[in-house]
T-cell receptor, first 116, second 115 residues
């Protein structure tokens, strides 16, 4: 199994500023993902964080707004840039690990972001 | 394409009642994982169960049980003798068995257990 720690757990930010969320996994994982959960909604994938290369973004999400880094196999960051109240959400980091044909999906505890 | 449908948006039950949360899924993959997660008001996502598509045995864990029926593409979750602490949003989710692909979530069912 993998344990995922996210920082910060919550934050209140001013519009127009940026926030970087950190995701640390206690073991090397193959893939890391970032999800967003808007109030009262389900989880939507923002992007897949690729180690050593640019992240792969889902439709509707762009790198300028959500830059992602993944410098190694245990760590990733998501930045929410130029924030507006519409960015108020829970942001979750996820990791998948396991051997060929067998993968687990783990989630961090989430970062609850409020933009005022 | 994958899709998970949780038709029940909100359910209210009185404590000690049994409650079943429905989950219906669509996938073109022949093998896949199904999950249930619990999200209490604090917001974290709590893993409850993972089921492989080739294992159709039902599972029981304490007051929780899961009924997986591949023929109807359903993976329902039953809480027996519900408790107030069971109040949360419950998500059903799906991912292909092979590869490292995203997890597709349903829209969630909000369960309120009334004392």
């Amino acid at each position: 199994s993998a344990v995922i720690s996210q920082k910060p757990s919550r934050d209140i930010c001013q519009r127009g500023t940026s926030l970087t969320i950190q995701c640390q996994v206690d073991s090397q994982v193959t893939m890391m993902f970032w999800y967003r959960q808007q109030p009262g909604q389900s989880l939507t994938l923002i992007a897949t964080a690729n180690q050593g290369s640019e992240a792969t973004y889902e439709s509707g999400f762009v790198i300028d707004k959500f830059p992602i880094s993944r410098p190694n196999l245990t760590f990733s960051t998501l930045t929410v840039s130029n924030m507006s109240p519409e960015d108020s959400s829970i942001y979750l980091c996820s990791a998948r690990t396991g051997g060929k044909g067998h993968t687990e999906a783990f989630f961090g505890q989430g970062t609850r972001l409020t933009v005022v | 394409a994958q899709k998970v449908t949780q038709a029940q948006t909100e359910i209210s039950v009185v404590e000690k009642e049994d409650v079943t949360l429905d989950c219906v899924y669509e996938t073109r993959d022949t093998t896949y994982y199904l999950f249930w997660y619990k999200q209490p008001p604090s917001g974290e996502l709590v893993f409850l169960i993972r089921r492989n598509s080739f294992d159709e045995q039902n599972e029981i864990s304490g007051r929780y049980s899961w009924n997986f029926q591949k023929s109807t593409s359903s993976f329902n979750f039953t809480i027996t003798a519900s408790q107030v602490v069971d109040s949360a949003v419950y998500f059903c989710a799906l991912t292909p068995y092979r590869g490292y692909q995203k997890v597709t979530f349903g829209t969630g069912t909000k369960l309120q257990v009334i004392p």
